[in-house]
């Protein structure tokens, strides 16, 4: 494990994240009242069931690493509300009976569970709508806001995107996993959207071609560690801890780090990996030290 060595609590960045990106989802949300009430309850329930908001995060501590103080752009919450919108989106879909067909998600019953299944489908389709809506409305410069559309429409797609890399993983059921499989459908499935969160975030600060291709390369880095992380969680803690079904990676024959290196060989790749990522920031001095603890709080977490 690395030792990040800075005066910054993670808690309370984690923290001040989720108020932040919470205050501007209800804000962007509709209300539960607003026709067709069911379908805005059903994004509601997804949304608000407790996630960390660990996406809406790291873009805002990009933000300050490239902006090098602790101050963030005007409307930097709205650009996190969007990535959460599609966060939340691509779980609902996830979770279908189609898909993973799960019942629980962030310790609560599934979109799917608690509306049926095609209004959550609905759901999903609408929040990535509004996702989009949202980004449209950035109130960053408007060559900032076209290029974190393009970053996030090719990290939400089918080229080494989420969708293309859920299709990877569907495929990859019931067949024998290697590196280089599990490695494409991580990069892809957890991993893009992570990356992007991460690089669109120095976008809006005002980050130049070089700082978005460090950002970039850091996010790769963070993006895979967490989501090997996330496999070894998912073998090793149970369903209360984690908030959703444990041991479904295993159940399902899913491609895992931890099925084709072993626990201990994953922990060290996740912990390789970030060491890596953070001297990719070594540049940006004590500016980076948010955005090195909440990439080191991804891979210590227990749920």
Avoid at 2 to 14: F, H, N, P
Avoid at 280 to 290: E, S, W
């Amino acid at each position: 494990m690395i030792e990040v060595q800075t005066r910054l609590d993670v808690k309370e960045i984690l923290q001040e994240g989720v108020e932040r990106t919470d205050n501007a989802l209800a804000r962007l949300l509709p209300p539960d009242t607003q026709t067709p009430s069911s379908i805005h309850k059903a994004m509601r329930h997804s949304t608000f069931a407790g996630g960390k908001r660990l996406r809406p995060v790291l873009a805002m501590e990009a933000a300050r690493t490239i902006r090098g103080e602790r101050t963030l752009p005007e409307g930097m919450e709205d650009l996190g509300a969007a990535i959460e919108m599609l966060h939340t989106y691509s779980l609902i879909h996830d979770d279908l009976p189609a898909l993973d067909n799960d019942d629980l998600r962030r310790g609560k019953p599934t979109c799917h569970v608690v509306y049926g299944e095609a209004i959550a489908i609905l759901a999903g389709d609408a929040l990535q709508t509004l996702a989009y809506q949202t980004l449209a409305r950035l109130r960053c410069a408007a060559p900032a806001a076209v290029e974190i559309i393009r970053l996030i429409a090719d990290a939400t797609g089918t080229v080494e995107g989420m969708i293309g890399g859920q299709v990877l993983d569907l495929e990859g059921e019931h067949s024998r996993p290697t590196a280089e499989s599990v490695d494409a459908i991580h990069r892809a499935k957890t991993g893009a959207l992570i990356r992007v969160s991460i690089v669109s975030g120095g976008v809006y600060a005002g980050a130049t071609a070089e700082d978005a291709e460090r950002l970039t390369e850091f996010g790769r880095k963070a993006g895979l560690a967490f989501q090997i992380v996330d496999d070894i969680l998912d073998v090793t803690q149970d369903s209360a801890h984690l908030g959703k079904t444990a041991g479904k990676d295993l159940t399902s024959d899913k491609a895992t780090w931890p099925a084709v290196f072993g626990i201990e060989e994953s922990r060290r790749h996740a912990d390789r990996l970030i060491a890596e990522a953070f001297a990719l920031l070594a540049p940006y001095g004590a500016a980076a030290d948010g955005l090195k603890a909440v990439a080191q709080y991804l891979v210590d977490r227990t749920n």
